[in-house]
């Protein structure tokens, strides 16, 4: 089926100027960035997004980190958009990313990771309507 997903290039890519390499690989795997804003998160911001992580031991860094710089959001939309981000990104750890893959490629270590992706149909919804009103949805 045709889904939505929300994607994050984080500050560790934003800072090295990878935006338009990352962005390259969605779209050359078949995905449409359907909306795109640069934005540089508040701490509270960062910390509500990433609420369903406030007891892990690395959601303080987390917060710290997701709100150190600017980050890209972009709604990427396309058949199976969900699994094939996940695809694409690789692992959340870059020394298990598989070849080819952004983490892999970018990534710098567990946290700075590079990119964000919606891990299921559910999450994905709630994450879109955080960053975006469906005025900003251009399919
Ligand atoms: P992300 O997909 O953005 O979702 C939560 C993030 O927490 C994850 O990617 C990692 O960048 C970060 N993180 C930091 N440490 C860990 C850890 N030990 N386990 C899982 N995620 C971690």
């Known amino acids: 089926a045709i889904e939505r997903t929300l994607s994050i290039i984080k500050p560790d890519a934003t800072r090295r100027n990878l935006t338009g390499k ?3 690989k969605f779209e050359d795997a078949g995905l449409r960035i359907v909306a ?3 934005i540089h998160l508040s701490p509270a ?3 509500k997004f ?3 992580h406030k007891d892990r031991p690395f959601y ?3 917060v ?3 709100a150190s710089e600017p980050v890209v959001v972009q709604v990427l939309e396309g058949e199976n958009a969900i699994a094939k981000n996940r695809e694409v990104m690789g692992a959340t750890n870059p020394a298990n990313a598989d070849e080819g893959t952004i983490r892999k ?3 710098l270590s567990m946290g700075e990771n590079s990119v964000h992706g919606s891990d299921a149909a559910d999450t994905a919804k709630e994450e879109i309507a955080f960053f975006f009103s469906g005025l900003e949805l251009v399919g």
Do not use: D, P, T, W
Request: hydrophobic share 50%.
């Open 22 to 24: 990352i962005a390259a």
């Open 36 to 38: 795109s804003k640069r």
């Open 45 to 47: 911001q960062a910390g």
């Open 50 to 52: 990433y609420e369903v």
């Open 60 to 62: 303080g860094e987390l």
């Open 64 to 66: 710290e980190f997701m």
């Open 105 to 107: 490629e970018f990534a």
